[in-house]
């Protein structure tokens, strides 16, 4: 997968050297490439902001050198010359499509990917309806907060979406039991020593009944969700729950219903 991200700060990259996604990016399953929006720039002060049409507070990113860096990174992508799929542009932004496990999961399957860091009050919109010419562009949202730029969504995203390319996580297992990938959270974890500080490991775990040990992590993963996620136990797809997945929930106090979880009173 090759991956262009243009940016004011480049350097708040450089934590994609680090760790699996470095090593994905050595090992050739990741070309990750990092861009200055201001190399992209005519004058002489390499500006990239200006004031906003209609007043009000901050600055805007302007058209032009948005406009040179992602023709200049679209056509380097381009490397066919095929014209074959259109890269998928993602634009960071508080007033994005939140970014879910989901999404990761279609992003991972692209061939190229390219992220414009807005900084200021944002990217000129006119960019976003140029680049619909040759990209499939999406605005993308971390969840609710606003951040002061895109770029540390970015690292969220990469590292979210690189870890689904085939061969980047050494055990694929590993991608299989984890939270969201089945829609529940994680089941807690524990390693030795047995007890420590007079805390114990639930004995479950250590008594070798791999059936009842799966039993118990299902019925933890429930729990926790209805505890912690309520939001995502509620849109769960009933026709995954087990029988014992159902007896479970009645005992949280939940109704499991023709099509829904749903909290009983
Ligand atoms: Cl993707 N960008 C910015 N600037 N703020 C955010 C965000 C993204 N997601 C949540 N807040």
Same mark, same amino acid.
């Given at each position: 997968m090759?991956?262009?991200?243009v940016s004011?700060?480049?350097?708040?990259?450089?934590?994609?050297?680090l760790?699996?996604?470095?090593?994905?990016?050595?090992?050739?399953?990741?070309?990750?490439?990092?861009?200055?929006?201001?190399?992209?720039?005519?004058?002489?002060?390499?500006?990239?902001?200006?004031?906003?049409?209609?007043?009000?507070?901050?600055?805007?990113?302007?058209?032009?050198?948005?406009?040179?860096?992602?023709?200049?990174?679209?056509?380097a992508?381009?490397?066919?010359?095929?014209?074959?799929?259109?890269?998928?542009?993602?634009?960071?932004?508080?007033?994005?499509?939140?970014?879910?496990?989901?999404?990761?999961?279609e992003?991972?399957?692209?061939?190229?990917?390219?992220?414009?860091? &807005?900084?200021?009050?944002? $990217?000129d919109?006119?960019?976003? =309806?140029?680049?619909?010419e @040759?990209?499939? *562009? /999406?605005?993308?949202?971390?969840?609710?907060?606003?951040?002061?730029g895109?770029?540390?969504?970015?690292?969220?995203?990469?590292?979210?979406?690189?870890?689904?390319?085939?061969?980047?996580?050494?055990?694929?297992?590993?991608?299989?039991?984890?939270?969201?990938?089945?829609?529940?959270?994680?089941?807690?974890?524990?390693?030795?020593?047995?007890?420590?500080?007079?805390?114990?490991?639930?004995?479950?775990?250590l008594? &070798?009944?791999?059936?009842? $040990?799966?039993?118990?992590?299902? =019925?933890?993963?429930?729990? @926790?969700?209805? *505890? /912690?996620?309520?939001?995502?136990?509620?849109?769960?797809?009933?026709?995954?729950?087990?029988?014992?997945?159902?007896?479970?929930?009645?005992?949280?106090?939940?109704?499991?219903m023709k099509?829904?979880?749903?909290?009983?009173?």
């Amino acid at each position: 997968m090759r991956i262009d991200v243009v940016s004011i700060f480049p350097e708040y990259l450089a934590a994609l050297d680090l760790s699996l996604i470095g090593k994905a990016r050595q090992d050739g399953l990741l070309d990750l490439n990092v861009h200055d929006l201001r190399d992209f720039t005519t004058d002489r002060h390499r500006t990239v902001d200006d004031t906003p049409y209609g007043g009000g507070a901050g600055m805007v990113m302007k058209a032009e050198p948005w406009a040179q860096a992602l023709a200049s990174v679209a056509e380097a992508g381009n490397s066919g010359g095929d014209g074959g799929t259109r890269p998928v542009l993602i634009v960071p932004s508080p007033a994005g499509a939140v970014f879910t496990q989901t999404m990761a999961y279609e992003l991972a399957e692209e061939k190229h990917l390219v992220f414009a860091c &807005g900084r200021y009050e944002g $990217i000129d919109e006119r960019v976003l =309806e140029w680049s619909g010419e @040759r990209f499939d *562009v /999406r605005p993308v949202s971390l969840g609710d907060y606003v951040l002061n730029g895109g770029e540390v969504a970015v690292l969220a995203m990469v590292e979210a979406i690189g870890r689904l390319v085939p061969g980047v996580v050494g055990n694929p297992e590993s991608l299989v039991e984890e939270s969201h990938s089945d829609g529940l959270l994680e089941y807690p974890v524990y390693t030795k020593p047995s007890s420590w500080r007079d805390r114990n490991v639930p004995d479950i775990l250590l008594s &070798g009944n791999h059936g009842k $040990i799966a039993q118990w992590r299902r =019925e933890q993963q429930l729990q @926790r969700t209805a *505890v /912690r996620r309520p939001d995502l136990l509620e849109k769960f797809d009933v026709s995954q729950l087990t029988k014992a997945d159902k007896a479970a929930l009645a005992a949280m106090g939940y109704d499991v219903m023709k099509d829904r979880i749903q909290l009983r009173g």
